[in-house]
């Protein structure tokens, strides 16, 4: 069992420590870090739950600038710990890997997702993905996912290969969203576009990138408030049928933000996900960081008919977030230090997004965020926990049927991403 990194606070590296009950309730003190323009530096609060988390990317000060939403585990031991390894009777490092990952979700572990390739869109530069992404992949006996091989490719968000300035934050995002879309899909491609910087429009640019260059699934693990701007950010960067577009719903709790919101994506929800003695083996709860709530701006696409927004209602479907229930993640850019426990909407979003991806290509001109409502009894619902207070409504609870905190629930194979 490797052991649990504590990666330093300092330098360039962006952290803000958590509490994994109140997220949103952030200590003011000020942490002396750099941040990139537009974003404040991080803040600390003490842990919680057993463990403390960090997140990677600081938030946004300014409008239309989004930050990632990765959480790491800093401090204490998540229930997740020793997962991988009771599963598969082999040393593995702390953390659910794709074996917990594709039994909990009923994914075929050999099989589908051949020749389909997964974009994620993410700001700034990773130069150690693909060396990193080799690590993980031969820690769990996948197979090698390469330039050389055309199974990776890394653009900018132009599509060329002049790349942005790094940022170790937004490194630790790029692993963890290349680890899951290997976890949940190891037979597809990845594609991974880098945006110039934060701000909706080189990652709306990025998303139109990552489309142009062929993908049907593109993974967005960021978000940032909602705006006046958003429905002309809907119809420039996200209005792509036939294409597969999952967008993080945020880790501060019941609240929206955008690009989740947009009516054109899947938002992807958060669940504590822990082994039980069900048929399933399995069970999740709402995790009570997982964004939900009802958008200011976005209309109600027409495949969503729940009473209590009269907008779009965020989210759709869901999967494990909660970083006392985390995934393992390697990373090793500036002052990370290998493997580390990861949890936020940005584990389930590229989760999700490696789910349609094993579905199969969507229809032309289809919706894909229409697809699990035409299909929700292939879906495990989730019916207990909450993300907040909203006087008891679905929308930060969760409940038998659709719930803003985990939409429809989380996948039972592949059914219910197919259309």
């Given at each position: ?250 880790d501060n709790g019941y609240g929206t933000e955008y690009p989740a919101a947009s009516k054109y994506v899947t938002a992807v929800g958060g669940t504590s996900l822990k082994t039980s003695s069900t048929a ?140």
């Amino acid at each position: 069992m490797s052991p649990l990194v504590h990666p330093p606070l300092g330098g360039s590296t962006l952290r803000r420590t958590v509490s994994l009950t109140a997220v949103s309730s952030l200590a003011t003190a000020a942490l002396a870090l750099a941040a990139p323009a537009g974003q404040a530096a991080p803040s600390a609060s003490p842990s919680s739950n057993g463990v403390t988390v960090a997140h990677s990317c600081a938030a946004p000060t300014q409008k239309n600038v989004m930050a990632c939403k990765a959480l790491h585990v800093t401090a204490g031991t998540p229930k997740s710990a020793h997962a991988e390894s009771d599963l598969t009777a082999a040393a593995a490092p702390s953390g659910y890997g794709p074996a917990s990952l594709q039994a909990a979700y009923n994914l075929p572990s050999s099989s589908g997702g051949s020749g389909q390739t997964v974009a994620i869109v993410d700001a700034y530069d990773d130069p150690n993905a693909e060396a990193d992404l080799a690590v993980y992949r031969s820690q769990y006996g996948l197979s090698a996912c390469t330039t050389a091989n055309g199974c990776f490719k890394k653009v900018n968000q132009t599509g060329g290969t002049s790349y942005p300035r790094g940022d170790s934050g937004w490194a630790e995002e790029i692993s963890l969203d290349l680890d899951m879309v290997s976890a949940a899909c190891p037979n597809c491609k990845i594609l991974l576009v880098e945006a110039s910087s934060a701000t909706m429009t080189n990652l709306g640019t990025a998303v139109n990138t990552a489309v142009s260059l062929g993908a049907k699934y593109v993974s967005n693990s960021y978000g940032g408030s909602e705006s006046s701007s958003d429905s002309t950010y809907d119809s420039s960067y996200f209005n792509h049928p036939g294409v597969a577009i999952t967008v993080s719903s945020g880790d501060n709790g019941y609240g929206t933000e955008y690009p989740a919101a947009s009516k054109y994506v899947t938002a992807v929800g958060g669940t504590s996900l822990k082994t039980s003695s069900t048929a399933r083996g399995w069970t999740d709860t709402v995790w009570s960081g997982a964004g939900s709530g009802c958008s200011s701006y976005d209309a109600k696409p027409t495949w969503q008919t729940d009473s209590g927004c009269a907008k779009r209602t965020v989210a759709d479907v869901s999967a494990v977030a909660d970083p006392n229930t985390g995934v393992a993640v390697y990373d090793s850019y500036r002052q990370a230090t290998g493997w580390m426990v990861f949890g936020g909407t940005s584990a389930s979003a590229p989760l999700i997004a490696a789910t349609y991806a094993l579905a199969g290509a969507p229809s032309s001109g289809s919706y894909p965020a229409s697809f699990p409502y035409a299909h929700t009894s292939a879906l495990y619902d989730v019916t207990s926990g909450s993300n907040g207070s909203c006087s008891g409504s679905y929308l930060c609870t969760g409940t038998t049927g659709y719930d803003g905190p985990t939409g429809l629930g989380v996948p039972n194979g592949t059914a219910a991403f197919t259309g």
